[in-house]
């Protein structure tokens, strides 16, 4: 940081009043997050320079049988690892870095999925240089999928989602990329084409350019107004970008995808957009989305829904309105405008409310961002408003963050959290409860092709009635994402109904199942408990 | 007509012809001119990219910038005058040596690029690179063919000349912008008339550089200089002159023409999104240099210009600004005639009178028919890597005032703030006008 624009301390001192928050009597329960990154054994650098200042994603995944998620994190010019879960159920987190076939150098991304359905995870690498489609082995080993036609290309790729169009064995990946890097000197409006990889046979066939493209920071296949197709959301960096916007392209089935445009009712928004949380936040039935971004994010609803549904594509930003803007730090004393990376939403106390995770840090030294930018824990309160917690629950590093998960490591029904930083040590958190409310671990499960249901949705009713839903995804977050167990937090139910709609469009049937447990919901069956060992 | 593919061509080429060492078509690699016109063309693209660079702040380092170049020039040509004593606070440059030789393109490169990593020096990462790339190709160029005593010296010259304006600069009062220019507190002044926010970004429920009206000025006296009476006085009654202003913006963008849509965006040059309103003309400027095949001299002396002028603009403007306050159509025709009307462009976040875009353009189109005449037709392909066709123009004033009319079409300027906008920009110019320089 420059002298010439650091913050006189007069103005430090003015803006402490604005960044207090009051408690209210409806807040939600704070979380208590233990910092087990020394003890855990999850050693890690996500290091790199230009080519490196974005990504440094982290995929979740089990891939030794035990339903504990394994992690895979991108090393960038190091090489990327994987770490086996030796957590012990409701105990301190354990990791095990393991030889794995997965340690290649110029990674930023990963993505778990079973691509070919045959029950080991499959893990698509991201890369500067070409991207590579991993195959899971068993016993967390992989290999390079070379006989599934997979064409890497040789772009800088920063996004990856997936879906299963409808009728096909195989998924339909797509990926995006950012700027050309052979023009360093001057990259600006060089964004390069995003790809989508569609099935031929048992593998696919050559990528179909997404053009144009915007220089997507992150990607999702999400069904926004239940057609029951999902499109394709991207979130681009505005940086890079001549004529750019954030997009959605239509994947219509045996169709070439199309942009939706102002004539659909999409409305143009340009962000510097890095990552993709959904969730139905709202409890409307329809997926919001928060996207993340510099200064100011974005908590983007459905502007409108017509009696009987078909909405428009325009979204209406309420992030303001619901205190999740996150548009700089809380607490450190650095109230330069923050910067907004990984995101998900997942309920941390378990109250029955989608909570957001944010993962902050400065892009390189730019001294008009925070440089100390601790992460975002906004806890969602009774009345749809958020309240920051990053502090209060003891997540609030001032590393430079770039990816990270939130999942339930050592399967004692709390999310943990995983962060990956640039050029500093990865960290990791444990749960260790407070005053959570009771949970569930589902994880829905159909025959091959499509085991784990991507693209249907999970509902889950709440002691007063609602129904929480969420769409079953891969992709979104910045550079990383997670195959394994939903987590749903219930609050003080004790006891709940759930069920399943499947891909296909078939609503499974509402079943009652126990609070606080770990079930396999598989399709035209009982809901089946699983104890972890 | 030059576009922007072709602007931005050119520079590509001019840095492959210095790498292969072949000058059959370039002008000589030292040239003067050509060190200016691809140090301003990254400088367009950092703006953009610069996240403090809102059209204040653009059109400040466009007025340093340029006086550096015209000093740089200016110290070593006879026949034009220093702006020291003239421009505000500027004291004397520092001299070159007596009897000494200097290398004028290594003058202008050494100054430029200290100039421009000193303005430049909060941009991103890719800016950062940008910057280093360009400075190592242009140093090499201005380097090839002169002998290592010469080149020390006038490398030394432009730096000591950057480092003098770097410190004049630096007690303007707008050296230092925190937060993108949005204060952390503010003290709002009340009434029915008073501005109010009108986005649902954080940092914009203040406004945009309250105090840029107390920057010093290059040319006029102080910001109050070419103040403005106030505008219609703010009533709620159908019959009163307020309410016709805003009946107009609302009947006018109820039934905008693709014409009128087309011309509110192209003259938007949003901050952090284009190389903003002082950019645009700027990049006019080059454009029209490149086509006179302009010298060194006359090329500095109309950057220099411009970018005083427009910095001076936007002083004057944010003086008025803050003195009156006044509301946005949006706020008013909301609360007044329709509580759903949406705007075609999003409204900027500060005061409404008069309009910013309308006083710099009237700035600098008084500039430009000083330097290239009243007459100068031409076209405009500021945006065509936006996808928006050039469009032709009469003459600047014809451009100025489509530039501050877009305003009232994209819904967030009434027509007072236009017109009267336009007259303040020319009374700027004015001043800009009375100094001694090589015209």
Excluded at chain 2, 162 to 191: C, L, Q, R, V
């Amino acid at each position: 940081m420059t002298l010439r624009y650091a913050l006189p301390l007069a103005l430090l001192a003015l803006a402490q009043p604005v960044l207090t928050q009051p408690a209210l009597a409806q807040d939600p329960a704070v979380p208590a997050y233990a910092d087990e990154t020394a003890s855990s054994g999850l050693t890690h650098s996500f290091t790199g320079e230009w080519t490196f200042m974005v990504g440094g994603g982290a995929a979740a995944f089990d891939c030794n049988g035990d339903l504990k998620p394994e992690l895979y994190l991108s090393g960038g010019t190091s090489k990327g690892q994987l770490f086996r879960n030796d957590s012990p159920v409701g105990g301190a987190l354990k990791f095990s870095p393991v030889d794995s076939g997965l340690e290649l150098d110029q990674v930023g991304g990963a993505y778990p999925l079973d691509v070919d359905s045959d029950g080991n995870t499959d893990l698509v690498l991201l890369r500067v240089g070409p991207d590579k489609v991993m195959r899971g082995l068993g016993e967390c080993r992989f290999e390079e999928a070379t006989d599934w036609g997979f064409d890497g290309l040789d772009l800088w790729s920063t996004a990856f989602a997936a879906t299963w169009e409808k009728g096909a064995d195989w998924p339909t990946l797509a990926i995006g990329t950012y700027i050309d890097r052979t023009q360093e000197a001057f990259p600006w409006g060089t964004c390069t084409p995003n790809h989508l990889y569609r099935p031929k046979g048992k593998g696919w066939d050559a990528p179909l350019p997404l053009k144009p493209g915007f220089c997507a920071l992150s990607i999702l296949f999400t069904d926004w107004n239940l057609s029951g197709t999902p499109s394709l959301r991207m979130s681009n960096d505005r940086e890079y970008y001549k004529k750019g916007q954030e997009q959605m392209w239509k994947i219509n089935p045996g169709e070439p995808p199309a942009l939706y445009t102002d004539k659909d009712g999409w409305a143009r928004l340009r962000i510097w957009g890095m990552g993709i949380a959904s969730a139905d936040v709202t409890m409307d039935g329809y997926p919001d989305y928060f996207l993340t971004s510099m200064a100011d994010n974005k908590l983007q609803v459905l502007a409108e829904v017509p009696e009987g549904g078909n909405p428009k594509p325009k979204f209406a930003d309420v992030a303001f309105a619901k205190g999740a803007i996150a548009q700089r730090p809380y607490t450190g004393g650095d109230i330069r405008p923050s910067t907004a990376w990984h995101t998900e939403f997942q309920d941390v106390n378990n109250d029955g409310r989608f909570d957001i995770f944010v993962v902050k840090g400065n892009v390189w030294e730019m001294p008009d961002f925070a440089e100390k930018d601790p992460n975002n824990l906004l806890l969602q309160r009774e009345d749809g408003t958020f309240m920051e917690a990053g502090d209060k629950a003891g997540v609030a590093s001032f590393r430079q963050g770039r990816g990270g998960a939130v999942a339930d490591f050592n399967l004692d029904g709390l999310m943990d959290i995983a962060v990956v930083n640039r050029n500093e040590p990865s960290e990791l958190w444990r749960n260790t409860g407070g005053d959570a409310g009771h949970w569930l671990a589902l994880m829905p499960v159909q025959p091959a092709p499509n085991q784990h249901a991507v693209g249907g949705w999970i509902e889950v009713k709440r002691a007063d009635g609602a129904v929480i839903r969420r769409e079953l995804t891969v992709g979104g977050g910045h550079a990383g994402g997670q195959l394994g167990w939903w987590h749903f937090g219930l609050g003080a139910a004790t006891e709940t109904e759930v069920r399943v709609l499947w891909p296909d469009g078939t609503e499974g049937p509402w079943q009652k199942v126990a609070a606080d447990g770990f079930y396999r919901l598989a399709r035209d069956a009982e809901p089946e408990a699983w104890q972890p060992k | 007509m030059m576009g922007f593919a072709r602007f931005f061509g050119r520079l590509v080429a001019i840095a492959a012809i210095a790498t292969l060492g072949l000058g059959s078509t370039a002008r000589a690699a030292s040239d003067p001119s050509d060190i200016m016109s691809n140090w301003y063309k990254l400088i367009l693209e950092l703006v953009r990219h610069t996240p403090t660079y809102s059209p204040p702040v653009a059109a400040r380092s466009f007025g340093y910038i340029g006086v550096t170049a015209y000093e740089a020039t200016a110290s070593g040509n006879p026949a034009l005058a220093s702006l020291a004593g003239q421009v505000n606070g500027l004291t004397q440059v520092p001299q070159r040596e007596a009897g000494s030789v200097y290398d004028e393109g290594a003058v202008m490169e050494a100054a430029l690029t200290a100039s421009v990593q000193y303005f430049f020096s909060n941009t991103g990462p890719t800016g950062q690179r940008a910057k280093a790339a360009m400075a190592k190709q242009l140093g090499g160029q201005a380097a090839e063919g002169v002998d290592p005593a010469t080149l020390d010296r006038s490398r030394a010259y432009g730096q000591a000349l950057a480092a003098h304006i770097i410190a004049w600069s630096e007690t303007d009062g707008g050296a230092k912008i925190g937060n993108m220019g949005f204060p952390y507190s503010y003290d709002a002044p009340k009434g029915p008339e008073k501005w109010v926010p009108t986005s649902l970004i954080v940092q914009q429920q203040m406004p945009l550089l309250p105090d840029w009206g107390k920057v010093r000025p290059f040319a006029m006296p102080d910001g109050a200089a070419c103040d403005l009476p106030p505008p219609p006085e703010y009533s709620e009654d159908p019959a009163s002159d307020f309410y016709k202003e805003a009946k107009e913006v609302y009947d006018t963008t109820k039934s905008l023409t693709d014409e009128q849509k087309l011309i509110a965006r192209f003259w938007s040059d949003d901050p952090m999104l284009t190389w903003t309103p002082p950019g645009h003309w700027i990049y006019l400027a080059l454009q029209l240099l490149d086509e006179d095949n302009a010298p060194a001299a006359r090329r500095a002396e109309v950057l220099a210009r411009l970018g005083m002028a427009t910095a001076d603009a936007f002083i004057g403007c944010w003086h008025t600004k803050y003195e009156y306050d006044l509301l946005r159509p949006v706020t008013y025709i909301r609360r007044v005639i329709d509580p759903k009307w949406e705007t075609l462009l999003i409204t900027p976040p500060f005061p409404e009178y008069p309009s910013g875009h309308s006083t710099q353009s009237g700035a600098a189109a008084e500039v430009m028919n000083a330097m290239f005449g009243k007459d100068r037709a031409f076209e405009d392909a500021a945006h065509e890597d936006e996808g928006m066709e050039a469009r032709s123009f009469a003459n600047f004033d014809a451009a100025a005032e489509e530039a501050a009319l877009s305003r009232l079409y994209g819904g967030i300027h009434f027509r007072s703030a236009i017109e009267r906008g336009l007259e303040q920009g020319r009374c700027i110019a004015g001043h800009v006008a009375k100094l001694r320089m090589g015209q």
